[in-house]
Each structure stands twice: as structure tokens, then as C-alpha cells.
Nanobody, 123 residues
Framework: QLVESGGGLVQAGGSLNLSCTASGRTYSTLAMGWFRQAPGKERDFVASISMAGYSTTYADSVKGRFTISRDNAKNTVYLQMQMNSLKPEDTAVYYC????????????????WGQGTQVTVSS
């Protein structure tokens, strides 16, 4: 089970920290990632992280502004994404995903998905 939190309304230039709590299986052995979906658009890759957290990948649109991290606790994985210098085009529902064998931009590599958290950036 993946549960996201931390979304909300923020002004352009502001920051948010998204969290995802992953429990119920051994997510520590899986790569994880964040994707986002704006109204009328496809679900796009944002960032991903390897199972141990040593390797990260970012979409060009967020590189330098967003930082993904994870904490592999005993039975639960805590995935976070710090989002700085937010822009109106970052407005979307953000989804936590898990299941890839390695850090990947390809959403088809991910098996498990959260319900999403809304991020709205006003201009």
C-alpha cells in the first residue's frame, strides 16, 4: 500500500515536500518514483530512485528544483520529494510508484501506485 501526503496550494516560487509511505510488502527491494498527471494529459515521469537510494533520475523540467529521497525502515519505506521554486506548470496530481527493478523513467516498469496527492501552484 502506497499513501501519499503533502500536497496543497502554494504560490509560484514556493516549496512543498511530498511524502509517500509504502507498507505491506518489501518495498525496500524495489526502485520507486514520482509521476504526475495534469488535467487532460498523460501521467509523466518526475523522479525516480534506486532501491538503496544511491541512484536518482529526474525529468529535465524539474532537475535542480526537486529532490527525491527514501528511507528504508524495517517494514516500511518512506519516500519523499522536496519541491522548490515551484511553477504553475508543476500543477498536477502527484503519484508515488514502486516496483521497478531499477530507477526508471518508464511508468510501465512500476507495479504499485498510490492514489495521488494534488499540487496546485498559483501564479
Amino acid at each position: 500500500q502506497l499513501v501519499e501526503s503533502g500536497g496543497g496550494l502554494v504560490q509560484a516560487g514556493g516549496s512543498l515536500n511530498l511524502s509517500c509511505t509504502a507498507s505491506g510488502r518489501t518495498y525496500s527491494t524495489l526502485a520507486m518514483g514520482w509521476f504526475r498527471q495534469a488535467p487532460g494529459k498523460e501521467r509523466d515521469f518526475v523522479a525516480s530512485i534506486s532501491m538503496a537510494g544511491y541512484s536518482t533520475t529526474y525529468a529535465d523540467s524539474v532537475k535542480g528544483r526537486f529532490t527525491i529521497s527514501r528511507d528504508n525502515a524495517k517494514n516500511t519505506v518512506y519516500l519523499q520529494m522536496q519541491m522548490n521554486s515551484l511553477k504553475p506548470e508543476d500543477t498536477a496530481v502527484y503519484y508515488c510508484a514502486a516496483g521497478a527493478q531499477y530507477s526508471s523513467r518508464d511508468r510501465n516498469q512500476y507495479t504499485y501506485w498510490g492514489q495521488g496527492t494534488q499540487v496546485t501552484v498559483s501564479s
